[in-house]
T-cell receptor, first 113, second 113 residues
């Protein structure tokens, strides 16, 4: 029972172009969403988050969009850089379930020079 | 400004042995979380602890696994009588309080022979 799904296991983008990573969820109780980036042999690094009361949050080259009616969020990276090549995880939590994060399976982004 | 520390980074055990994984949270953080990542999968929540208290252990296997976060010293995830299926990366995260962003350590990669 995967409550958070990242349906694209991998994505390849040219340097300078936009990368769009997608995430779908099924639990309507989720009220906070996060994106983490992970390099091999390292722990996940926090990138950006969004509360369910918003539909967009921006931080530099990273923007997260939330569509609650579709239970869908996306991470946009503009412009993409080779150093962005990593696995990206979307995660979600519910207020009444403490701070437990439910993660998607990850999308491997490859940015080609 | 040290981040979350985990040791050992790699641990090899034979079936039936015990594995002890340690996690020191970021300075000022009193909440610790453990997650497990099986190969080619996302991270799965195991347990959430505060100093001397287990807050949520809904993701912990019922047998052989235990966790503690004593008043002094690191949090410990203990796996007794390890089996090959326990081979995974174990990540610890910390936050300053509940419902705050979690910051992850580099992980411990456990291999059971």
């Amino acid at each position: 029972d995967q409550q958070v799904k990242q349906n694209s296991p991998s994505l390849s983008v040219q340097e300078g172009r936009i990368s769009i990573l997608n995430c779908d969820y099924t639990n309507s109780m989720f009220d906070y969403f996060l994106w983490y980036k992970k390099y091999p042999a390292e722990g996940p690094t926090f990138l950006i988050s969004i509360s369910s009361i918003k539909d967009k949050n921006e931080d530099g080259r990273f923007t997260v969009f939330l569509n609650k009616s579709a239970k869908h969020l996306s991470l946009h990276i503009v412009p993409s850089q080779p150093g962005d090549s990593a696995v990206y995880f979307c995660a979600a939590r519910t207020h009444n379930a403490g701070n437990m994060l439910t993660f998607g399976g990850g999308t491997r982004l490859m940015v080609k020079p | 400004n040290a981040g979350v520390m985990q040791n050992p980074r790699h641990l090899v055990r034979r079936r039936g042995q015990e594995a002890r994984l340690r996690c020191s949270p970021m300075k000022g953080h009193s909440h610790v979380y453990w997650y497990r990542q099986l190969p080619e999968e996302g991270l799965k929540f195991m347990v959430y602890l505060q100093k001397e208290n287990i807050i949520d252990e809904s993701g912990m296997p019922k047998e052989r696994f235990s966790a503690e976060f004593p008043k002094e010293g690191p949090s410990i995830l203990r796996i007794q009588q390890v089996v090959r299926g326990d081979s995974a990366a174990y990540f610890c995260a910390s936050s300053p309080a509940g419902l705050e962003t979690q910051y992850f350590g580099p992980g411990t990669r456990l291999l059971v022979l």
